[in-house]
């Protein structure tokens, strides 16, 4: 009998990390399937993770597809599920189904600088896409991470970012001035004209929330970037994930299949529903 596409996989949490505590909260997830299976994925895609008795969220895929060992998954504390699921412990287990989406096309990108700008928790799927370019980057050109936080505690992957500043350029940024705050003060789409990112041949992928995302891409439009150049992730609610229950939709998208990349040029002739 074929598999039945709603039951989740079987995964145990192998590691919680705390990224942002306060009223937003942010945790990472570490997973590991319970048994073998044949999840394979690609960077922008998605999961569906159930807890059970309370319910399932989409979330997209922090980590990179390069590493087989586990799943990543870094997530605010927003309602029911996503609460049950910041107070799980290491151990207990949860469902995950997938992987949902298309993804980033990354393979068109071969060559071009990368320019990741992100918002919050809007760093989680860059993430994925950001890690794996690096391992390849002899396949890619420059790469640089602009990225925002309404504070200083608010910043996501922290330490990694540190070490991040090693390998690429990274640019941070708090919406308001705090003691002791070296970089930039603002939000995130005036850091983009402060830094003024070339769009010779050059992607920019923007995540996070959609008024960022908005005046990010007026600014890279002003800096000379064209519509093909630019990547987003559109994040309208979903519930079945594949493309059945009419959640999602976008005009006659399906925000979960046809979704949730993509480049300005596309989502510019979009029904404005997102
Ligand atoms: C493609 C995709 C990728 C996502 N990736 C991530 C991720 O990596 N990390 C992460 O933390 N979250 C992510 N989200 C958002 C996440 O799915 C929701 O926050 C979560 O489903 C809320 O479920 P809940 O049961 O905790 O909240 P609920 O009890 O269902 O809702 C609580 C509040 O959150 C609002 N809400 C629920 N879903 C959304 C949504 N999609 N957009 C805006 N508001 C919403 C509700 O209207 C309500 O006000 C993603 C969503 C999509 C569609
Ligand atoms: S979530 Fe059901 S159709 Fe997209």
């Not at 309370?54 to 980590?63: A, H, L």
């Not at 997530?75 to 287990?93: A, N, P």
């Not at 600088?113 to 690096?134: C, E, K, Q």
Request: aromatic share 10%.
């Amino acid at each position: 009998m074929k598999d039945n596409t709603y039951i989740p996989k079987l995964a145990k949490i192998i590691q919680i990390k705390e990224e942002v505590g306060g009223a937003r909260p942010i945790k990472t997830f570490r997973t590991q399937f319970i048994q073998d299976n044949n999840f394979s994925f690609k960077c922008g895609q998605c999961a569906m993770l159930s807890v059970f008795g309370k319910g399932e969220s989409m979330i997209s895929i922090s980590s990179t597809p390069l590493i087989k060992d586990y799943l990543q998954f870094s997530i605010l504390k927003m309602g029911r599920v996503t609460s049950s699921l910041h107070e799980m412990q290491e151990g207990d287990i949860i469902g995950i189904r997938g992987p949902y989406g298309n993804g980033f096309p990354m393979e068109k990108w071969k060559g071009k600088n990368l320019i990741f700008i992100g918002g919050g928790i809007g760093l989680a799927p860059i993430w994925s896409v950001l890690h794996t370019a690096l391992e390849k980057k002899e396949e890619y050109g420059d790469s640089m991470l602009i990225y925002g936080a309404r504070t200083s505690k608010d910043i996501v992957f922290k330490q990694e970012l540190a070490e991040l500043r090693k390998k690429m350029k990274v640019h941070l940024s708090v919406d308001v001035e705090e003691p002791g705050w070296e970089e930039f003060i603002g939000f995130v789409p005036l850091n983009v004209l402060e830094i003024k990112p070339s769009p010779k041949n050059s992607v920019a992928v923007t995540c996070g929330p959609p008024i960022m995302i908005k005046f990010v891409i007026q600014n890279l439009k002003a800096l000379g970037f064209e519509d093909e150049q630019i990547y987003t992730t559109v994040e309208n609610k979903m519930k079945c994930g594949i493309g059945k229950c009419g959640r999602c939709n976008i005009g006659l998208h399906y925000v979960c299949k046809d979704g949730p990349v993509y480049s300005w040029a596309e989502l510019k002739n979009l029904p404005q529903e997102y």
